[in-house]
């Protein structure tokens, strides 16, 4: 029974770290190219979640429900509400005060997301009670060996897989992955190699918001239900993974997220408002330790 129990647990655990991961690589992306903690980063995650339950009804007397199509053109809607708004947040918010002091900008990101959850909490058409999230895809259970879990697992699972998997050939293998390590090292050497930084900026924002919108889909499959304030918590979490593995550091990030998600779910399973407060103790305990992170390489850095 108790092994059973641990493999369950455990199953969770990668589960909500899929989701943890996604929205941290953004953190960490933004951080590594601007030097940016964008807090309103996990209101991408919202808009994301709000976006796939959108198109979810706008789509669903064209596709049957259930079908793999509509499952994707959702997941498209969510990528695309994330990076877009993520898009049009620095454009709008971060690039004005780009080389201002940096509290400026953590302001602002602070601003933009009180202004994000504010300004949906307020339309008439979203508001700001729960609202139920729909069943975008039939849930099944799969046994293996003795336990059994979810199909919604294996999805969460397999799509924050193929997106970082995605993201890590991006940054490695192709010129705009090249562009953006450039420019993550030293700004004004890549101006001088004929690097626009400004669009290597602005793609970095539109990548870590489309898979923070992801995340936000996902979780409204897995826990179904969304609401305007439903990425503070998510946020904050996400970014003590990211601090966590090492911030600016994208395997860092990923194996904070997961560090993350066994250690909340294993917390709840005693208690869940341990599970709650776990990440907070664990960034304490980071910050004292380690304070660069697991794979964070000591940089001084001027604030």
Same mark, same amino acid.
């Given at each position: 029974?108790?092994? !059973?129990?641990?493999?369950?647990?455990? !199953?969770? %655990?990668?589960?909500?770290?899929?989701?943890?991961?996604?929205?941290?690589?953004?953190? @960490?992306?933004?951080?590594?190219?601007?030097?940016?903690?964008?807090?309103?980063?996990?209101?991408?995650?919202?808009? %994301?979640?709000? *976006?796939?339950?959108?198109?979810?009804?706008?789509?669903?007397?064209?596709?049957?429900? +259930?079908?793999? !199509?509509?499952?994707?053109?959702?997941?498209?809607?969510?990528?695309? *509400?994330? %990076?877009?708004?993520?898009?049009?947040?620095?454009?709008?918010?971060? #690039?004005?005060?780009?080389? #201002?002091?940096?509290?400026?900008?953590?302001?602002?990101?602070?601003?933009?997301?009180?202004?994000?959850?504010?300004?949906?909490?307020?339309?008439?058409?979203?508001?700001?009670?729960?609202?139920?999230?729909? @069943?975008?895809?039939?849930?099944?259970?799969?046994?293996?060996?003795?336990?059994?879990?979810?199909?919604?697992?294996?999805?969460?699972?397999?799509?924050?897989?193929?997106?970082?998997? +995605?993201?890590?050939?991006?940054?490695?293998?192709?010129?705009?992955?090249?562009?953006?390590?450039?420019?993550?090292?030293? #700004?004004?050497?890549?101006?001088?190699?004929?690097?626009?930084?400004?669009?290597?900026?602005?793609?970095?924002?539109?990548?870590?918001?489309?898979? *923070?919108?992801?995340? +936000?889909?996902?979780?409204?499959? @897995?826990?179904?239900? $969304?609401?305007?304030?439903?990425?503070?918590?998510?946020?904050?979490?996400?970014? $003590?993974?990211?601090?966590?593995? %090492?911030?600016?550091?994208?395997?860092?990030?990923?194996?904070?997220?997961?560090?993350?998600?066994?250690?909340?779910?294993?917390?709840?399973?005693?208690?869940?408002?341990?599970?709650?407060? $776990?990440?907070?103790?664990?960034?304490?305990?980071?910050?004292?330790?380690?304070?660069? +992170?697991?794979?964070?390489?000591?940089?001084?850095? #001027?604030?």
């Amino acid at each position: 029974m108790g092994s !059973i129990v641990n493999t369950q647990q455990i !199953i969770n %655990g990668l589960q909500v770290g899929s989701i943890y991961a996604l929205i941290a690589l953004g953190y @960490t992306m933004v951080y590594g190219i601007v030097r940016l903690i964008n807090f309103a980063h996990g209101d991408f995650f919202m808009l %994301g979640a709000y *976006a796939a339950y959108a198109a979810f009804y706008l789509f669903n007397t064209w596709f049957a429900k +259930g079908s793999g !199509i509509l499952a994707f053109i959702v997941l498209l809607a969510s990528m695309a *509400a994330g %990076g877009g708004v993520a898009l049009l947040s620095n454009r709008f918010a971060y #690039k004005p005060l780009r080389y #201002k002091p940096k509290l400026s900008s953590l302001i602002t990101a602070i601003g933009v997301s009180m202004f994000l959850e504010y300004f949906f909490s307020a339309l008439p058409a979203i508001g700001p009670s729960f609202r139920a999230f729909p @069943t975008v895809l039939p849930k099944r259970q799969i046994p293996i060996g003795q336990a059994t879990i979810s199909n919604y697992v294996v999805i969460d699972l397999a799509v924050a897989a193929i997106l970082m998997i +995605g993201l890590t050939l991006l940054v490695k293998k192709s010129s705009l992955g090249k562009a953006m390590r450039a420019v993550s090292q030293d #700004k004004d050497a890549a101006r001088l190699m004929g690097i626009d930084v400004e669009k290597v900026i602005g793609w970095t924002f539109l990548i870590g918001g489309a898979f *923070a919108g992801a995340a +936000g889909l996902l979780s409204g499959m @897995t826990y179904p239900r $969304i609401f305007p304030y439903m990425g503070i918590q998510p946020g904050l979490k996400a970014f $003590i993974a990211a601090v966590l593995g %090492g911030i600016g550091n994208i395997p860092g990030a990923v194996l904070g997220a997961y560090i993350m998600g066994l250690a909340e779910t294993f917390a709840s399973a005693y208690n869940s408002l341990l599970g709650e407060g $776990i990440a907070f103790a664990i960034l304490i305990v980071v910050l004292l330790v380690r304070p660069r +992170g697991i794979l964070g390489e000591k940089i001084a850095d #001027k604030i």
